[in-house]
């Protein structure tokens, strides 16, 4: 079970930081992630009213039916949302620098720009030279 007390911004920054430590100067990192644009393009008021998205912190609880070896069931968590101007000043922050984004949607990636309804946005970064 995710830990739902869990601040997700710390999260980000402890795998951010993790992943700066194993990569090599000016070595590159592909990085996607779900577009917030399209979830605040979607929300409906009654999921800010329930708790279940705060448009103030970008932070969502979902559940999703989940099946992984032979075992199924419910699975809930919790995620820190980001628009591509955050992704990109997260990544800065933790020493890795943006090359390019682009957008993204499983079946549909390609070298073109962010559109706002797609599933995800890949980055391309390199960790700043020492």
């Known amino acids: ?3 739902l007390e869990a601040d997700p911004a710390e999260h980000d920054g402890a795998v951010l930081r993790g992943i700066f430590g194993a990569l090599k100067p000016a070595a590159r990192l592909v990085l996607t992630t779900p577009n917030g644009y399209r979830r605040i393009r979607e929300i409906a008021a009654e999921e800010v009213a329930s708790g279940m998205f705060d448009p103030a912190t970008m932070v969502q609880l979902r559940t999703d039916e989940f099946a992984v070896g032979g075992a199924a069931g419910p699975m809930r968590y919790k995620e820190r949302l980001y628009i591509l101007p955050e992704l990109i000043a997260l990544l800065s922050e933790h020493g890795l620098e943006v090359e390019h984004a682009w957008g993204g949607t499983a079946g549909r990636w390609g070298r073109r720009p962010l559109e706002l ?6 980055v391309v970064a390199r960790r700043a030279p020492k």
């Open 1 to 3: 079970m995710a830990d």
């Open 117 to 122: 309804d797609e599933i995800e946005m890949m």
